[in-house]
Nanobody, 114 residues
């Protein structure tokens, strides 16, 4: 079955960096579009970015130029490199796959202090 396991969250000061990882299993990873979402306290979950099999990621405007999504098909892992973090980036970050339905990881907490 599909499994997505995120790691790498934590507490960081504004301007700092974090790298999140999502280890995937149970499907053909190299053929899949992988997504990163986040959910801030009291807000709806939002798409942060996506990386299709052709390795051309797309991002929402608020993270463009600061966040980078990459994938390693040999490790079935997708990464979210987050630089120049801001307090408004605080939230739980989720790895996502849509394959007939949404699959989610357990999430990893990112807290950016001002």
């Amino acid at each position: 079955q599909v499994q997505l396991v995120e790691s790498g969250g934590g507490l960081v000061q504004a301007g700092g960096s974090l790298r999140l990882s999502c280890a995937a299993s149970g499907f053909v990873f190299s053929d899949a579009t992988m997504n990163w979402f986040r959910q801030a306290p009291g807000k709806e979950r939002e798409l942060v970015g996506t990386i299709p099999p052709d390795n051309r990621p797309l991002y929402i405007d608020s993270v463009q130029g600061r966040f980078t999504i990459t994938r390693d098909n040999t490790k079935n892992t997708v990464y979210l490199q987050m630089n120049s973090l801001k307090p408004e980036d605080t939230g739980v970050y989720y790895c996502n796959l849509f394959y007939a339905r949404n699959y989610w990881g357990q999430g990893t907490q990112v807290t950016v202090s001002s």
